[in-house]
Each structure stands twice: as structure tokens, then as C-alpha cells.
């Protein structure tokens, strides 16, 4: 079985200063770990994929994400807020069969001029 | 644009109606995902086809079914429909890859809103 936890609801920040999203996640197989972004209105788009390389990936939009197994963890950063990284952010995992993802609750990021 | 193509954009229709969604998938894409995306569900997977034949089924009601055809577009049929229906469609798309299929990347499409009245 596996399952994602999205620790946080909802973040605001400032322009300009750090994003941290935070997700957990849990599998009995080696996963493969994605974060997807959803801008209103629109569909989800992949931010950046983990599958077993380095555990630091980085992704589109200067977002980067560390795959840490000893804590279940898989946070997103960005080390500073645009007004346009307002949207929802999903973490979603897979234990290796392409249907079979679970998706996060999602955080919605506000940013704040 | 990311290429998977769903229509139509907004859809309102009445208890008791039938509705069809399309969703013409990436070139060269050959599985088509439907999930469902609803504000007290998140996003629910419901089905999956490859190459026109279902491979998985997830939280999918047996008022809803789907197909996918030679062309490899694909419809997703609800029928008797109920206030809870109301949510967005997502329609998905990979193409598959050697080496662990979990690492197949999802292109989604701008989704289906559906109302139900």
C-alpha cells in the first residue's frame, strides 16, 4: 500500500522569500516521487520526477525537490516566490505500476506582494 | 498547451442526464487516464487504457464507463447523474517507456468541469 501526506494545507509567502512544501509519503516498494503544479483553471503539470538517481532533483521554474528515505520525506523548495508560483501543488507517488499514483491533498500557495 | 486535448471545457446538465467527455490524447501517447477531481475527494483515479484496452480501474461507479478507440481518443461516459458528480474531469496521457513504468511521466489536459443541476 502506498499513501501521500501533504503536511500543509495551505502556505503564503512573501515575493521573494523561500517556499518549502512539505510531503510524506509511504510505500512498500521504492518509489518513484513527482510533484505536479495545478494553475486555476488549468491542468496539472509536472514540476520534477525522483526515480532512484540523485536524491536532489531539480525541476522547472527553479523549484527542487530532496528525496530523503530515512524520514518518508520528499519536500519541494524554491528559494524565492514569484507572484506566479500562486497555485495548488500535489505530491503524488508511485510504487512502480504507472496507475497506480497516489496524489497528496494538494497545498495552495498564495504569494503576497 | 501540453498536447492532451479534453472537450468540452464546461459542461452543465441536469439529475438523471447522461454526458460524454473526450480526451484526444499526446501524439505517440498510448495510455489514456481518467480522474476525477472534486473539492471533499481530491483527485480520484478512475480508469486507465492502453493501446484501446482497460488496464486498470480505480474508484470508477458503475454509472461511469469509458473506452478508448483505434485512434486511441478516448470517452468518458456518466450516466444518471447526481449532484455528487459534479466535479473536474482530468484526462491524462504516457507513453510507455522501458524500465520501471512507475517513472512514466502524466500529461494531463485542462479537464472537464462538469455541473450538475
Known amino acids: 500500500a502506498q499513501s501521500v501526506t501533504q503536511l500543509d494545507s495551505h502556505v503564503s509567502v512573501s515575493e521573494g522569500t523561500p517556499v518549502l512544501l512539505r510531503c510524506n509519503y509511504s510505500?512498500?516498494?521504492?518509489?518513484?516521487l513527482f510533484w505536479y503544479v495545478q494553475h486555476p483553471n488549468k491542468g496539472l503539470q509536472l514540476l520534477l520526477k525522483y526515480t532512484s538517481a540523485a536524491t536532489l532533483v531539480k525541476g522547472i521554474n527553479g523549484f527542487e525537490a530532496e528525496f530523503k528515505k530515512s524520514e518518508t520525506s520528499f519536500h519541494l523548495t524554491k528559494p524565492s516566490a514569484h507572484m506566479s508560483d500562486a497555485a495548488e501543488y500535489f505530491c503524488?507517488?508511485?510504487?512502480?505500476?504507472?496507475?497506480?499514483?497516489?496524489f497528496g491533498a494538494g497545498t495552495t500557495v498564495t504569494v503576497r506582494a | 498547451d501540453s498536447g492532451v486535448t479534453q472537450t468540452p471545457k464546461h459542461l452543465i446538465t441536469a439529475t438523471g442526464q447522461r454526458v460524454t467527455l473526450r480526451c484526444s490524447p499526446r501524439s505517440g501517447d498510448l495510455s489514456v487516464y481518467w480522474y476525477q477531481q472534486s473539492l471533499d475527494q481530491g483527485l480520484q483515479f478512475l480508469i486507465q487504457?492502453?493501446?484501446?484496452?482497460?488496464?486498470a480501474k480505480g474508484n470508477i461507479l458503475e454509472r461511469f464507463s469509458a473506452q478508448q478507440f483505434p485512434d486511441l481518443h478516448s470517452e468518458l461516459n456518466l450516466s444518471s447523474l447526481e449532484l455528487g458528480d459534479s466535479a473536474l474531469y482530468f484526462c491524462?496521457?504516457?507513453?510507455?517507456?522501458?524500465?520501471?513504468?512507475?517513472?512514466?511521466?502524466?500529461?494531463f489536459g485542462a479537464g472537464s468541469r462538469l455541473t450538475v443541476l
Open positions: 491524462a496521457s504516457s507513453h510507455p517507456r522501458t524500465g520501471r513504468s512507475g517513472a512514466n511521466v502524466l500529461t
Open positions: 510505500s512498500s516498494y521504492s518509489p518513484s
Open positions: 487504457y492502453y493501446n484501446g484496452e482497460e488496464r
Open positions: 503524488v507517488v508511485s510504487p512502480g505500476d504507472d496507475y497506480k499514483l497516489s
